[in-house]
């Protein structure tokens, strides 16, 4: 029988008020800054406008990247080599050569710190077998997140028709990235080399001015065309508090760059962090179905974090009521089996999905017969 754990708990409520009183942003043709782990929108200005988003597009690139990787079909250290149409790419580069072979890790960094086309073309090659392929994953991916005001063209970000996003979907594609703890390791370098051993040694330097002017800046990507001006999607974390912003259609980087310090500024000095349930939480055992083992602890796959406004007191009566949707061995760490629904007053705040702490095999009939055996000998069968 499924043991299902249901509790109660007291903290505090998230606070849903925006501050569109406020122009935080009056340069933008479209702006949000958000908490990362809730999704809870502190501010926003025209958060749907589909607008072109520039190399901002490279935050879908680097997240289907990411996730080939840890699925295994990709690895850091596996070599491509560039094609024609990768070294041909205009705009920002790091000057591929056609045959150029470089490391699935160099190249990464070329797309993370220096925003070069080239080798995201170079990658969506080498992950779909040419660039559409790649672009039509993208699109793929942003319907399954729900993203409905976003359509890729191609991997890079350079102006072609029908080729848009909002700030809200963008805000919500850096969300789904940084929850990949890697990608800060590369978008927090402000400088570095390629082809270091070689007479073609290149210097990368970040285009994210951010990371020198905002303490707790270590992402995301800026952006730059003729038709989406200057562009950025920041993030920063502070007080155990991680912020996203979206800045689009600036006229120039220096007033991208202050507005995004201005609304950085107004979401730490407003806002608190409350996490409600911390990732690895144990959140009780379940009866597994023909497991080797009978039962598993449960545990959080997230944070579930919420904002509050400085200044104002807590609230109480938060539920959290734990719901199974599989319990049949196999089943395996990070797989979900279910899901935390947290409520304030029977509304829907906030949701985590669950997984086992430990993988669990299928037990075989010898296993079970004993347990059988022993279940018997210690009352503890169910019928």
């Known amino acids: 029988m499924k043991k299902i754990l249901a509790f109660l708990l007291i903290f505090i409520l998230p606070l849903s008020v925006y501050a569109n009183e406020l122009d935080l942003a009056p340069t933008a043709k479209g702006a949000i800054i958000m908490e990362a782990s809730s999704g809870q929108i502190i501010y926003e200005k025209n958060p749907h406008q589909k607008l072109a988003p520039a190399s901002m597009t490279k935050i879908m690139t680097m997240l289907l990247i990411i996730e080939d990787i840890e699925k295994g079909s990709l690895a850091w250290d596996e070599r491509i080599r560039a094609s024609a149409e990768a070294s041909g790419m205009g705009g920002t580069q790091i000057y591929l050569e056609t045959g150029e072979i470089m490391s699935v890790e160099d190249l990464f960094k070329g797309i993370a710190i220096a925003s070069a086309n080239d080798a995201a073309v170079a990658m969506a090659e ?83 001015k951010l990371l020198l002017l905002y303490h707790g800046v270590d992402g995301l990507k800026t952006g730059f065309t003729d038709a989406a001006g200057s562009c950025l999607t920041v ?34 000095n407003q806002y608190t962090a409350q996490t409600l349930l ?93 347990r059988y055996l022993s279940d018997l000998f210690v009352g503890d069968l169910n019928f």
């Open 235 to 268: 993030t920063a974390k502070k007080d155990n508090m991680r912020l996203i912003g979206v800045l689009m259609g600036y006229p120039d980087v220096g007033s991208r760059n202050t507005e995004a310090i201005k609304m950085l500024d107004y979401g730490y």
């Open 278 to 370: 911390a990732k690895n939480s144990h959140l009780g055992k379940v009866e597994i179905d023909k497991g080797k083992k009978k039962y598993a602890q449960i545990i959080a796959m997230d944070d579930a974090i919420i904002l509050n406004k400085k200044g104002d007191g807590a609230r109480k009566n938060i539920t959290y009521d734990l719901k199974i949707t599989k319990t049949k061995a196999p089943l395996k760490v990070g797989e979900k089996v279910g899901v935390v629904i947290i409520k304030y007053h029977k509304k829907v705040i906030a949701e985590v999905d669950i997984t086992v702490q430990e993988d669990v095999k299928r037990a075989t009939i010898f296993n079970l017969y004993l």
């Open 126 to 208: 080498r992950i779909a077998g040419t660039e559409q392929a790649f672009v039509n994953r993208m699109n793929k991916r942003a319907q399954a997140m729900g993203l409905k005001n976003t359509n890729f063209k191609n991997c890079h970000g350079l102006d072609e028709d029908n080729h848009y996003s909002t700030p809200y979907d963008i805000a919500m594609m850096a969300r789904e990235l940084v929850k990949h703890e890697i990608i800060l390791k590369f978008t927090s370098i402000y400088e570095d080399n390629l082809r270091s051993d070689t007479d073609r040694r290149f210097w990368l330097v970040n285009t994210n």
